[in-house]
């Protein structure tokens, strides 16, 4: 069965602290999307990693990629408010990449001033 | 400047009437996709097209129907609503497969 498993699925932290999202999937997909979400609203891209080993930052975001472990993680540096939102990954349902995305369940992140 | 629009953003309807909710993208892009999201279930694809006149099923596609007469529209019909369909819908696209998703803004619909 294919699987994409985020962990946590909550996340309460103070500001100013470091963590990290894991992201574990079972496709053979060699890329990896992470989205975020806010209450109420759409899911906006944040990254797109498309090799083994690729790494992403964005401000305090930082992503990285390992397809032999299937796993990807999103780490969290000096947590600030703004950053509160619901994170998702997403890898391809299939190898070959064909664009169909298969979504973890999601992390709630919260960051408490 | 391009984007991806949906109508409505909201919707409440009646158990067994048929509904479609509209999706229309401005950025030409080929690969279209739409996907609901409940608690509990994440996202989880419903159709999807890679350009026009191609359609495909995704994981929950039973109930659902689309049509890709053009680049830029992917209008999804639920042909005799049901409860169990009530859910936020988002429709996405993509210009390539190394592409991920731009987001419409989704809809809120419900089915009493």
């Known amino acids: 069965e294919l699987k994409v498993e985020q962990n946590p699925l909550f996340l309460s932290m103070q500001e100013g602290k470091n963590y990290t999202i894991y992201c574990n999937y079972s496709?053979?997909?060699?890329?990896l999307y992470w989205y975020r979400q806010d209450p109420g609203k759409s899911l906006e891209s944040l990254f797109v990693?498309?090799?083994?080993?690729a790494v992403k930052q964005e401000g305090r975001l930082m992503a990285s990629l390992d397809t032999k472990a299937r796993l990807s993680t999103l780490h969290i540096t000096a947590a600030v408010h703004d950053l509160s939102a619901t994170y998702f990954c997403?890898?391809?349902?299939?190898?070959?990449?064909?664009?169909?995305?298969?979504f973890g369940q999601g992390t709630t992140l919260q960051v408490k001033p | 400047d391009a984007e991806i629009t949906q109508s409505p953003r909201h919707k409440i309807t009646e158990t067994g009437r048929q509904v479609t909710l509209a999706c229309h993208q401005t950025?030409?892009?080929?690969?279209m996709f739409w996907y609901r999201q409940d608690l509990g279930h994440g996202l989880r694809l419903i159709h999807y097209?890679?350009?026009?006149?191609?359609?495909n099923k995704g994981e929950v596609s039973d109930g659902y129907s689309v049509s890709r007469s053009n680049t830029e529209d992917l209008p999804l019909t639920l042909e005799s609503a049901a409860s169990s369909q009530t859910s936020v819908y988002f429709c996405?696209?993509?210009?390539?497969?190394?592409?991920?998703?731009?987001f419409g803004s989704g809809t809120r619909l419900t089915v009493v």
């Open positions: 996405a696209s993509s210009p390539t497969v190394n592409y991920g998703y731009t």
């Open positions: 496709t053979t997909s060699d890329r």
């Open positions: 990693l498309l090799s083994n080993g």
């Open positions: 997403a890898v391809d349902i299939e190898s070959g990449n064909t664009g169909k995305l298969i």
């Open positions: 950025w030409n892009h080929n690969n």
């Open positions: 097209s890679y350009g026009v006149q191609d359609t």
